[in-house]
């Protein structure tokens, strides 16, 4: 099931939300990111940076802008997001990046799509809608190879399986078979596999949502995580891909809620 969406919402929405950004070295454009996202639309929002040992003023940043920082000195995109799912405060979990690239000012209507349909899970199409200079040729070439791969082997209709904007309920992951289990970027396409295979297509959604060039230096290496996605696709279908680091944190990581990042010391 694939959908567009507007943009336009007034009512206040009862629901609790945690927006991850995963973060390194992304002074560029974390500032521009946080202020695209729209306040005062639900009871709570919790704005948080996991960050990745960055050596810029990432942090600093975040903390200027007085959005929560949990600092995760393991490397990887997934184990980024694995520490920040289970540490987000709130009942519902949405996923950017912090370099302007995703609709964040669709937040809102995402969320109240997902809690009006009674959805878990909804991943963002950014193919359909992507604007001139998003995505290079073979940025482009390569994600539609890993997505055709996908299809091909796990059959679950994702056009975009690479995607990092998604909107479900943290309360997914209390079946452990959804919780993902790759530190690096196939953490992105894991996550919209599993949701398909445990939520079913009726609970998962696919929406298609505007894809904007990046501002700031990509941290991706293009042939290197293209390889790591395609290995993991055929690891993951015949059941050998391997769990590196347990669920969540660890017990000594940072976190501006308890004032033990190194910035505020």
């Avoid at 694939?2 to 560029?28: A, F, S």
């Avoid at 500032?31 to 639900?42: E, G, N, S």
Wanted: aromatic content about 8%; overall charge negative.
């Amino acid at each position: 099931m694939r959908m567009r969406i507007g943009t336009t919402m007034t009512d206040v929405l009862p629901v609790t939300v945690t927006v991850i950004l995963p973060t390194r070295n992304e002074e560029e454009a974390l500032a521009d990111t946080v202020d695209a996202i729209p306040r005062d639309w639900c009871e709570n929002l919790e704005i948080m940076i996991v960050d990745g040992s960055s050596t810029d003023r990432t942090r600093e940043i975040a903390l200027e802008k007085n959005i929560r920082v949990h600092l995760e000195p393991r490397k990887g995109y997934g184990r980024a997001y694995r520490t920040g799912f289970v540490v987000a405060k709130n009942d519902i979990i949405v996923t950017m990046d912090a370099d302007c690239t995703y609709p964040a000012e669709l937040v809102p209507k995402l969320v109240k799509k997902l809690i009006d349909d009674d959805l878990d899970f909804i991943t963002c199409d950014r193919l359909t809608l992507a604007e001139e200079g998003s995505m290079s040729g073979i940025h482009g070439f390569g994600n539609w190879g890993l997505s055709f791969t996908a299809r091909l082997l796990f059959g679950y209709g994702i056009k975009d399986s690479q995607s990092g904007m998604w909107v479900f309920r943290k309360s997914i992951f209390d079946n452990e078979n959804m919780r993902p289990t790759n530190d690096g970027m196939p953490l992105s396409e894991e996550i919209k596999i599993l949701a398909r295979k445990h939520l079913g297509k009726q609970k998962a959604i696919e929406i298609s949502t505007p894809y904007r060039p990046r501002v700031g230096e990509a941290e991706i290496h293009t042939w290197g995580d293209g390889w790591k996605n395609f290995k993991f696709l055929y690891a993951k279908r015949f059941g050998m891909n391997k769990t590196l680091t347990d669920w969540g944190p660890l017990p000594d990581n940072p976190d501006s809620i308890n004032g033990d990042l190194p910035e505020q010391k």
